[in-house]
């Protein structure tokens, strides 16, 4: 059975920082390209950041040089470093692990910018 279990929300002042994690099982992970996308009320889900299996990486412009993704493939963890963050940050933060045609989501974590 695959999980994915995100960690690390919560609420961060602006110009803060949060690392959100997102635990697998149940797949190969080393082989999948993870992601994290985001949806905040009333928004569509976006695609925040990706990393594939060769460790190339990709980002949203509105994150670039504030976020970064890693992953550490002897956890089957992947992670995503957030900083300088922003009130239009606010949003519950979604991990996605895809291979091929198979597509799998975690649950989400709340990540809340606010003074």
């Known amino acids: 059975q695959v999980q994915l279990v995100e960690s690390g929300g919560g609420l961060v002042q602006p110009g803060g920082s949060l690392r959100l994690s997102c635990a697998a099982s149940g797949i190969i992970f080393r082989l999948y390209t993870m992601r994290w996308y985001r949806q905040a009320p009333g928004k569509q889900r976006e695609l925040v950041a990706g990393i594939t299996s060769g460790d190339s990486t990709n980002y949203a412009d509105s994150v670039k040089g504030r976020f970064t993704i890693s992953r550490d493939n002897a956890k089957n963890t992947v992670y995503l470093q957030m900083n300088s963050l922003k009130p239009e940050d606010t949003a519950v933060y979604y991990c996605?692990?895809?291979?091929?045609?198979?597509?799998?989501w975690g649950q989400g974590t709340q990540v809340t910018v606010s003074s």
């Open positions: 996605n692990a895809q291979l091929s045609l198979i597509n799998k």
